[in-house]
């Protein structure tokens, strides 16, 4: 009896009597219920046990006179995934990854990184950032910050150009907009790439282009932490190069060439073609399916968590604005806004009489949950252990040594209740009114 195949991407065998699957074990109804008992696990709410009882019976009776997913890894749900990307950043290329530092990866490839060139970025971000360049030789150079956003002071990046610089990486602390139109200045003035860092900001804009569709390349994070999510981990690179786009795909896996066959199999491996036209070996990046639906599902509501996210933050500045010695976040414009993953706490110490760090014992006294993103990049053991001198490195970036040790931190915007939120604001203001009075 002739049946058709759900082969993938490496076999394709059409209608066959024995057909080849592209997923060895199939998943089943039982498979299912596990999945939706671990989304929507027991909340200690009477009743769920009897509901779960339905729902696993309902599943049963489904799977009976259902197919079985055929398909798990770089199929239709990913490229819709990337189709959607495209189509809510204006991006003529998306690439859905593993991870945003496996696009990252693929993006410095591109750019043609490697051992002895020069990475610009601000000194406080995620270690993710200057993974790749650090593994293949190159030196990361630290830009200082902009001591109202946190994020790279496109003054101090001129200060740091030279001829090795190979790339510039801007990144959207907390979702805040980077000062695109400075970095870009100065990234065409000396003709070198740009990719942003917008792991925090998906969904922000900046002068009428949404964050990450600006720059060379640029693209998110969709780890569990962030405002949405694949599943727990994920990644987006975007670009509007046909050059870079248009190697996207084999970036992302290892190089496969179906437009090529060497003899008597099935495809061509080929490499990555960086812009100086060296060669470049990709890795494997690839997205699940599962993570795909994951995606395709919280894109449809970013706007409305972000909205969300934006009206606490105005609560937040309202309240904390009217106590002297409080610095309230910048503000959306029309052309500029956040997507408010971080709210930004700033105080000016000498007003308040302490500095962030005696704050922050105060707040977490309180029951606040505050976490000053990120600690400065060349404090970290693993640069030393490379050669960096971490107190010539601190003396470049004065600002970011004044901001992170005295004079900023970061508190939570997910959804929180009313209550919540009122008690968050409430409490930085009884706890700064408390430095005032020594106490």
């Not at 491996?269 to 795909?292: C, F, R, W, Y």
Request: hydrophobic letters at 40%; glycine letters at 10%.
């Amino acid at each position: 009896m002739s049946e058709k195949s759900g082969g993938d991407f490496r076999y394709s065998v059409g209608e066959s009597k024995v057909p080849w699957h592209a997923v060895g074990e199939f998943f089943d109804g039982s498979d299912a219920l596990e999945v939706v008992k671990f989304l929507l696990p027991d909340s200690g709410k009477a009743g769920y046990d009897g509901k779960l009882a339905v729902a696993a019976e309902a599943i049963a009776a489904l799977a009976e006179v259902s197919g079985r997913a055929t398909k798990l890894t770089l199929g239709r749900k990913v490229a819709e995934a990337e189709a959607e990307a495209c189509r809510y950043f204006g991006s003529k290329y998306a690439c859905f990854t593993d991870n945003w530092t496996g696009g990252m990866e693929i993006a410095y490839k591109l750019a043609g990184v490697s051992a002895g060139d020069e990475v610009i970025m601000p000194a406080v971000t995620f270690i993710a950032t200057m993974a790749y360049p650090l593994s293949v030789g190159a030196k990361i150079v630290f830009a200082d910050i902009d001591p109202v956003t946190i994020n790279l002071d496109p003054a101090d990046l001129e200060k740091k150009i030279t001829p090795k610089t190979k790339m510039i990486v801007p990144v959207h602390l907390g979702g805040c907009p980077v000062d695109m139109d400075g970095v870009m200045e100065v990234a065409r003035k000396h003709g070198i790439p740009v990719m942003e860092d917008a792991a925090h900001g998906m969904g922000g804009a900046y002068k009428g282009k949404k964050l990450g569709s600006i720059a060379d390349f640029g693209g998110f994070s969709l780890h569990e932490v962030k405002n949405i999510n694949s599943l727990g981990e994920g990644g987006i690179l975007l670009t509007d190069n046909d050059f870079y786009g248009k190697q996207f795909a084999g970036g992302r896996f290892l190089g496969l060439d179906f437009t090529r066959k060497i003899k008597d199999w099935l495809y061509d491996i080929s490499p990555l073609m960086d812009k100086n036209g060296g060669i470049q070996v990709a890795q494997n990046h690839s997205s699940t399916e599962i993570q795909a639906l994951g995606l395709i599902l919280q894109m449809k509501r970013l706007d409305q968590i972000i909205a969300i996210r934006r009206q606490a933050a105005e609560y937040m500045n309202g309240v904390l604005g009217e106590e002297r010695g409080i610095l309230i976040e910048k503000s959306d414009t029309a052309d500029t806004y956040s997507t408010h993953h971080l709210y930004l706490l700033r105080i000016d110490p000498k007003t308040v009489g302490g500095n962030i760090q005696q704050l922050s014992a105060k707040l977490a006294a309180k029951g606040l949950t505050n976490i000053t993103h990120f600690g400065p990049m060349y404090r970290f053991k693993i640069m030393r252990d490379l050669g960096y001198n971490e107190h010539e490195l601190a003396a470049s970036c004065p600002r970011t040594e004044e901001m992170f040790y005295h004079s900023y931190t970061h508190l939570p915007l997910y959804p929180l209740t009313e209550e919540q939120l009122v008690y968050q604001a409430q409490a930085v203001v009884e706890a700064v009114r408390e430095l005032k009075q020594g106490k």
